[in-house]
């Protein structure tokens, strides 16, 4: 009888320790305003990319924003963003296209 009984508590006592797993970080804080540097000489060679914030293992840090080479091509900059993906947000960086 004790025997049963045990075995009948046991998937409720399991169930009781079941948690969902952490999230792998905490959602990404809101962006920072940030004032656009001067373009360097000439500016139709570069294109502003704007900061963004980069998880390091621990916490966010602010990646600060700057001025990048476009590149000859005339190819159009994407900026990086953070996007949900399989269930947590990942960082998608910018890049030309």
């Known amino acids: 009888m004790i025997r049963r009984s045990l075995l009948l508590a046991l998937p409720v006592a399991l169930a009781a320790c079941v948690q969902a ?9 809101a962006l920072r305003h940030e004032v656009v540097l001067a373009p360097p000489p000439m500016p139709e060679r570069y294109v502003w990319q704007p900061g963004h914030w980069q998880w390091d293992g621990r916490a966010y840090e ?3 924003g700057h001025w990048a080479v476009r590149p000859v091509r005339g190819e159009v900059w994407e900026h990086g963003r953070w996007v949900w993906a399989e269930g947590r947000w990942a960082w998608l960086p910018g890049h030309w296209r």
């Open 21 to 29: 797993p952490p999230m792998p970080y905490p959602p990404v804080p």
């Open 62 to 64: 602010w990646v600060a």
